[in-house]
Structures are given as C-alpha cells and as structure tokens.
Nanobody
Framework: QVQLVESGGGLVQAGGSLRLSCAAS????????MGWFRQAPGKEREFVAT????????VYADSVKGRFTISRDNTKNMVFLQMNSLKPEDTAVYYC??????????WGQGTQVTVSS
C-alpha cells in the first residue's frame, strides 16, 4: 500500500503561481509513473500531467502545456506540479496518482486550487 498526500493548494489571483507537492509513504514511487489530475465542480476528473519513473518523459494536457511543469524527487519519494500563469479555469481539486499497474491505482485525497479573476 502507498499513501499519497497532496499539499500546496490555495487561493491565487489569475496570472499567479502555485507549487503542488505530493508526498508518498508506505512504498517507494521511484520506479513507477506518476501523474496529476484535477476535477472542477460539476465536471469529470481530467488528466493534467504525467512523468516517467526517471522524470525523463513528460506528457501534459493541452490546456496546461507551457504553463505547468511536473517533476519528481525520488530520493524524497515526492512529486511536484509547478503551476504558472494560472487561469480561473484551472480552479479544481488536484490529485496526485501512482501507476503501479496498467492504470493509476493509488490516489491522494486532493488539494483545492482556486484561481480568482
């Protein structure tokens, strides 16, 4: 079992920045793919970004490409999401997820990000 805990969310004005952190415990995440997802009110959860175990391969949703950066520190068992140039439409609960199988099978509890216009 692995526990994922997100932090770093909050209220920010449009154009601002936030850095989300995801701390894993109970099991190493150093050799698996990790991802960030988000869910806005009344909408389905959507993919935001993912990176390979080494951090060498990243994929982003078109809506965040060029503004968000996913990274990891395997020595600390952590994953990060740097979010710049935030927009009101980025408002959502952000979730960290671990992919130990063919799907993301471990999820954090989420952290709220609210971007005011």
């Amino acid at each position: 079992q692995v526990q994922l805990v997100e932090s770093g969310g909050g209220l920010v004005q449009a154009g601002g920045s936030l850095r989300l952190s995801c701390a894993a415990s109970g099991r190493s995440i150093s050799n698996i793919r990790m991802g960030w997802f988000r869910q806005a009110p009344g909408k389905e959860r959507e993919f935001v970004a993912t990176l390979s175990w080494s951090g060498s391969t990243t994929v982003y949703a078109d809506s965040v490409k060029g503004r968000f950066t996913i990274s990891r520190d395997n020595t600390k068992n952590m994953v990060f999401l740097q979010m710049n140039s935030l927009k009101p439409e980025d408002t959502a609960v952000y979730y960290c997820a671990a992919k130990y199988s063919t799907d993301y099978n471990y999820w954090g509890q989420g952290t709220q990000v609210t971007v005011s216009s």
